[in-house]
């Protein structure tokens, strides 16, 4: 499978359907920048780092996902509007596992 | 008044670069920068990570490669205002420009590079009611002088290494160091974090985790925060200062309000001749600026800013002809008296 499926909802509330690629190291974040669902300038600031936050999303789905790893856990407990199914976008790689994914992107800080 | 030929808004590698290249024209360069250091995101985010993109480099230290600008611009003597925002820009009637920072310092030159990345950093605010009411008055960001916490009672809220290093420092100043943390893991370095455990020990540091401010006590001044711990009732710990150190994020900031057209929280300039902005004298080079196909990737942000001061070049000196030299022809001349120069080759006969 080239392409996976996602549900993501922009920071206004709207629901969007996507086509994400499996094969070229893509995260989540960059497809949200890809299908410009946030500003530039508002999300992966870092450029995908784990270190600023501002691609945080809410899982909404029951996926399986790649675990935390300490930089991003570390981020999200500095980060605001934190919930139990929050997670930086940007460390989480598209792969076929992640095909029906919905996600919220959190709010700009 | 600081006077300058390009007056470079950003030191992080695009500005940097910027002294270069404008060096080689014998243009001088002043730089002002938010930050208190030179080295824009390379400096303040990652300054231990890796960059594989550089040409030339297989891989480069973010931090090393500022280190590695600073000395290669070092001949051409760059001078700094750091620590100060980019607030306003002023046009004479000559066409040159006057920018001043939030610290008042004026700074005057016939072209204005903004090389600006995301913006300046600002501190990141938590989400409190009435927060901005007391900033300034007992809630502060930054900490300038830490001869105000002196014998004062003083809370501290975030989980990384300023936390950390300003709650060691301040044990020793304040009357009474609260450190407040929403995980029970601190993200510092690891002799910070055992740092405090032992100040901890000692009862000179009151760590509260997990645990969060959730409100500021106070009329005009802070008096308390209220702080919520997992398993617990709501509690107030009094304090004259409260000091959230959640790191700092870029926004483009005043920037944003000089008259230049602006898409997509970027600087739009002219991608096919200089990147110039909509008002002539001012580029945009770097990751501020934007164009059909823009790459925010520090290479691109070098070859803007080389086109860019050939441009600045033809503006401050219209008449003059000039064609562009190689280094390796050329050698550099630094302001500062030093020449590098390709040796010679060595002529000898053979007899």
Known sequence: MQDVTVYITDREGVQHEVLAPTDMAMNLMEVVRSYELAPEGTIGVCGGMAMCASCQCYIT???????????EDAMLAEAFHVQENSRLSCQIPITEQLNGLK????QEV | MITTDILIIGAGPTGLFTVF???????KCHLIDALPIPGGQCAEIYPKKPIYDIPGFPDVLAGDLVDNL???IEPFEPSFTLGERAETITKLEDGSFIVTTNKGTKHHAPIVAIAGGLGSFEPRKPQLEELSKFEDNGVEYIIKDPEVYRDKRVVIAGGGDSALDWSIFLADVASEVTLIHRRNEFRGALDSVEKVQELKNLGKINLITPAEVKGILGEEQVTGVAV????????????????????????????GDWGLEIEKNAIKVDNTLDYQTNIPGIYAIGDVNTYPGKLKLILCGFHEATLMCQSAYKRIFPDKKYVMKYTTVGGVEGFDGTKKQAPKAIVKAIV
């Open chain 2, 70 to 72: 600073m000395k290669q």
């Open chain 2, 21 to 27: 290249e404008a060096g080689l024209l014998k243009l």
């Open chain 1, 103 to 106: 996600l919220t992107i959190a």
């Open chain 1, 61 to 71: 789905s029951d996926h399986q996902l790649n675990e935390m790893e300490y930089d």
């Open chain 2, 228 to 255: 919520e711990k997992k398993g617990e009732d709501p509690f107030i710990v009094d304090t004259d200062h409260f000091i959230p150190l959640f790191g700092l994020s870029p926004k483009l900031g005043p920037i």
